[in-house]
């Protein structure tokens, strides 16, 4: 066990607390030396010595981490969260399924100062690596070391095996699973599918960071409809596509969950039916097409690889075309550096183009966004609905 | 309010239109074409229309510390429309380049976040400096010719927020330019026009009508956004979540259960530079009439049917009718008003008010301020509300604590302590938070009973990057969001409670002032005031 007393600054996480144990019972017993180590006191920024605060209660993190590097990347994602956080944090990762059952942890307390006049706020951080048969069967691992009456949120960075024993031991216990769909490997449309079932088998919220990512994009296409002009033409689309990044033409080398989820997003706030889910071209650079009903209406989608040097399935351009009355009306958002650019022409006159400021996101950004977020996203149910009928 | 993205209401449809488009056989029915339904469930912030903000009084104190760092952390956090520009007017002699200079100074020293160099270069890129006299007909043809520019080379389609951060006599002469040029006039596509006023607005009900007068003749209510950055705060707004969207305390929030509330705003610190505005303003007017009758109104109101912004300001208002304008019996025994004497605040010696810059040595203006008021409500008869500002008091504190009765019958007689009643106070600034008091058991053999807090504090459970209040309003006002705006009626309501108070003490003898130490919790009559109904103010 290590105590450090070191002066707090404000905003700054400090690792206040570190031991080991090689058991259940022994990580247990270490996360209450924690709490009940009264004095545990540190020097604040004035000189003075003060109380560290006890744990807050806010919620449950479980991460999976496939490998080590990546759990110990979310573990410094998680420490710089303090202040702003879960109260326990338990980092599992798996390792040497074939040897014999073993376990070591880490158990942390990360504190940070929320303000000059406040005492310093504490959260807890286990990390687990477990071998052999132990790391079969995480849910009985996970269970007994998780805070009652708190949601679970499971964030599974990398590929998930949403249907392997581990996940549907784990699962029911989650209130909440954070996945980011475009570090899938392949399309990622398998991915999308597998995870489209999960709501209803386990009842549980999904959210996916590809998805978060584009709300700039969201708001950007919806705010071409505010104008009163146009709003009509939403109910004429005839035709969807997204372009998206890519190295060479062939389907399946570029993961397309990101731009098909514009597709999705739009086929769901419009209440288009999916008739034909997207299947990939034959042809290079043909990307996939699927085909979308609108009451009577025929709606035209389409993917489409474009050469770029942005990281592969990276949404480059959004196209909407819509034919009302003889009117004929074109959207096309634009991505930028450090945003997106919307341009509409109306029977071929260009209408003032519109940017929107959207730098891109670190990781750490989007779970501070969805821990604090909590709570049921409809629309993102919805989108991912959608998005499961069009990988069909 | 801004934090979301209002959701688009569901358009109502027959059981077959519903059946019909949830197949997929049949599009939104027309008639309903008039929602975006891309809007729908968008939780990210929205971002307001392109527009350009007309900021008076730019080279002002307000506009220094406090507006330009909120739109310089609205610019951070990506907040504000890429096209969107300032045209910051003031008299003193400053170019563009010399004015974002002073700007970037301010922002250094006053932005809660500090922006990376190329954000603020950015920022400041879309600040312009227009010089000229608020009364000047010259300053308003050459700023229509420059807008008209800046809508074509910056396409922010004729939308305009005019924010008037100057002193309260100008409000007038400025609303009145802006009319003459029609520069109030809303465009028919697109195009909006808004006016931010700060506060005070008006400096009793008289003048408060008066200038409500002059305003609503060149905008429509629905326009205008008067300010009082009370409203913005977090703790504030979150008073509404506190009461209505948790079912254990709305139960309790009528004089069956509650005793008696107290609201209070102290400050440590005295009037500073701004002797001369004090002088005229004082306490009651400076925070009587609106943060503390806002608050008060916010404890008290009914659930409003909607979150809409009139739905909430008509609830606000119908509290703020149920109070009767205190009479001169109510004057003498119900309102304390206090001067500070010097003293000493946090271990250094202070002046006296009146050794104060540009303060009258004989100044008669109150820096405190205390009050008792009843909500003459079904939900609130008999139950007081005390409320209390000042300057110059022990520390900074705001508060508003909501005292329970004292349990009906005493059970643990052989205790040695009795219970004392259960307490839930809503902490503003600082240490932002709410606290519940209950009485429990000192463990041992015998039967103590000891007062014990559940302490809820924001810094602990989230983020403490709350935005400032002057950044939400600013935001909402952009976006049209009038819910945290006071609406015309709702002034007049509580200047209507506060000028017969201001009109009772020019009746009287001159007070007798200095009457309070500063650094203390202001004067002992005060304390009496509450006393006399048996009961003490909060030690803070």
Redesign the interface.
């Known amino acids: 066990m290590t105590l450090s007393t070191s002066p707090g600054v404000v905003g700054q996480p400090v690792l206040r607390w570190q031991s080991r144990a090689k058991s259940l019972d022994g990580i247990t017993a270490e996360l209450g030396r924690i709490w009940s180590s009264i004095a545990l006191t540190a020097e604040g920024p004035d000189g003075e010595e003060r109380r560290v605060a006890a744990r807050t209660s806010v919620m449950n993190l479980v991460v999976i981490a496939g490998r080590g590097e990546v759990g110990e990347r979310v573990a410094s994602i998680v420490e710089g969260l303090t202040g702003r956080h879960p109260s326990r944090t338990l980092i599992v990762t798996p390792a040497d399924p074939d040897g014999p059952a073993w376990l070591d942890a880490q158990v942390q307390a990360h504190c940070v100062l929320p303000s000059d006049a406040a005492p310093e706020t504490c959260s807890e951080l286990v990390y687990l690596t477990c071998g052999g048969e132990s790391g079969q069967h995480l849910s009985g691992l996970v269970a007994p070391l998780l805070i009652h009456d708190l949601p679970v949120t499971v964030w599974w960075p990398g590929e998930p095996h949403f249907e392997s024993p581990s996940a549907r031991e784990l699962l029911p216990m989650a209130d909440r699973v954070l996945v980011d769909g475009s570090g899938w490997t392949g399309d990622g449309m398998a991915g999308i599918a597998a995870m489209a079932k999960l709501p209803a088998r386990h009842d549980i919220e999904i959210a996916d960071f590809a998805m978060l990512r584009q709300a700039r994009w969201r708001e950007a296409i919806a705010s071409t409809f505010d104008r009163p002009a146009l709003l009509p033409f939403l109910g004429h689309l005839d035709r969807i596509e997204v372009h998206y990044a890519a190295r060479d033409g062939a389907p399946g080398t570029a993961n397309v969950v990101r731009p098909m989820y514009h597709v999705a997003w739009l086929a769901s706030r419009l209440d288009m039916a999916v008739e034909e889910p997207f299947r990939p071209g034959t042809a290079p650079w043909s990307g996939y097409t699927g085909l979308l009903r609108h009451g009577r209406r025929r709606v035209q989608v389409a993917l489409r690889p474009m050469e770029s040097e942005a990281p592969r399935g990276t949404t480059l351009i959004v196209q909407l075309h819509a034919t009302r009355s003889r009117s004929q009306l074109w959207v096309e958002v634009t991505a930028q550096a450090d945003g997106v650019v919307v341009q509409a022409s109306l029977d071929g006159n260009p209408m003032p183009e519109r940017r929107f400021l959207a730098p891109r996101k670190r990781e750490a950004d989007l779970l501070a966004e969805t821990i604090e977020t909590a709570g049921r996203d409809p629309l993102a149910a919805a989108v991912l609905a959608t998005a499961a009928k069009l990988v069909e | 309010m801004s934090t979301k993205a209002p959701v688009a209401p569901q358009p109502p449809r027959t059981i077959r239109e519903e059946r019909l488009?949830?197949?997929?056989?049949?599009?939104?029915p027309?008639h309903h074409?008039?929602v975006?339904?891309?809007?729908?469930?968008?939780?990210?912030e929205?971002?307001p229309d392109?527009h350009v903000t007309v900021l008076f009084g730019a080279t002002g104190d307000l506009s220094h510390r406090k507006v330009f760092p909120a739109l310089a952390q609205l610019w951070r956090t990506?907040l504000l429309?890429?096209?969107w520009a300032l045209v910051a007017i003031g008299r003193r002699p400053y170019d563009d380049g010399t004015f974002r200079m002073d700007i970037a100074e301010s922002l250094h020293r006053n932005c809660r976040v500090q922006l990376d160099e190329d954000a603020e270069r950015q920022f400041l890129d879309r600040v312009f400096y227009h010089r000229g006299d608020f009364a000047d007909d010259q300053l308003y043809d050459t700023l229509t010719e420059k807008l008209e520019g800046m809508h074509l080379e910056h396409?922010t389609?004729s939308n305009l927020l005019f924010y008037l951060a100057t002193q309260p006599s100008a409000f007038p002469e400025i609303i009145g330019q802006i009319g003459r040029c029609g520069l109030d006039h809303e465009v028919h596509?697109?195009g909006w026009r808004r006016a931010v006023i700060e506060k005070p607005f008006g400096r009793d009900l008289g003048s408060a009508i008066r200038l409500n007068r002059e305003v609503l003749k060149v905008f429509r209510e629905s326009q205008v956004y008067r300010i009082d950055h009370y409203l913005g705060k977090e703790t504030v707004r979150n008073l509404l979540v506190f009461r209505f969207g948790n079912g254990i305390f709305e139960p309790l929030w009528n004089r069956q259960y509650v005793d008696h509330v107290q609201i209070t705003v102290a400050e440590s610190l005295g009037v500073e530079e701004r002797g001369a505005f004090y002088e005229e303003t004082g306490a009651a007017r400076d925070v009587l009439q609106n943060h503390l009758l806002q608050l008060l109104s916010l404890v008290a109101m009914e659930p409003p049917a909607t979150f809409e912004a009139d739905a909430l300001r008509d609830e606000k208002l119908k509290v703020l009718r149920a109070i009767a304008p205190p009479t001169r019996q109510d004057i003498a025994r119900e309102v304390v008003r206090g001067q500070y004497d010097k003293g000493w605040v946090a271990g250094v010696p202070v002046k006296g008010y009146r050794q104060e810059p540009e303060v009258d040595p004989e100044s008669e203006t109150e820096t405190f301020v205390a009050a008792r008021f009843e909500v003459d409500d079904w939900r609130w008869s008999g139950v007081p509300f005390y409320l209390r500002t000042g300057k110059r008091l022990a520390k900074r504190a705001s508060e508003i604590a909501i005292q329970f009765r004292d349990v009906p019958h005493r059970l643990f007689a052989e205790a040695n302590t009795d219970p004392q009643p259960n307490l839930l106070a809503i902490r503003v600034q600082?240490?932002e938070g709410i606290l519940l008091r209950f009485g429990s058991k000192v463990p041992g053999l015998g039967l103590d009973i000891r007062p014990v807090t559940m302490d809820f504090?924001y810094?602990?459970?989230?983020?403490?990057?709350a935005p400032d209040a002057y950044e939400t309003l600013i935001l909402d006002a952009m976006l049209g969001d009038q819910s945290l705006f006071t609406r015309a009626d709702e002034v007049e309501a509580a200047w209507s409670i506060v000028t017969p108070m201001l009109d009772g003490w020019l009746d009287t003898p001159a007070p007798a002032f200095p009457n309070y130490a500063a650094g203390s919790w202001g004067p002992e009559e005060a304390d009496e005031l509450i006393q006399r109904d048996g009961r003490s103010w909060r030690r803070l």
């Not at chain 2, 488009?21 to 939104?28: I, M, N, S």
């Not at chain 2, 891309?38 to 939780?43: A, D, T, V």
């Open positions: 488009a949830r197949d997929g056989k049949r599009r939104r027309s074409a008039d975006n339904p891309l809007r729908e469930g968008l939780r990210l929205r971002v392109p990506n429309p890429a096209d396409d389609r596509a697109g600082p240490d504090t810094g602990t459970a989230f983020s403490t990057d």
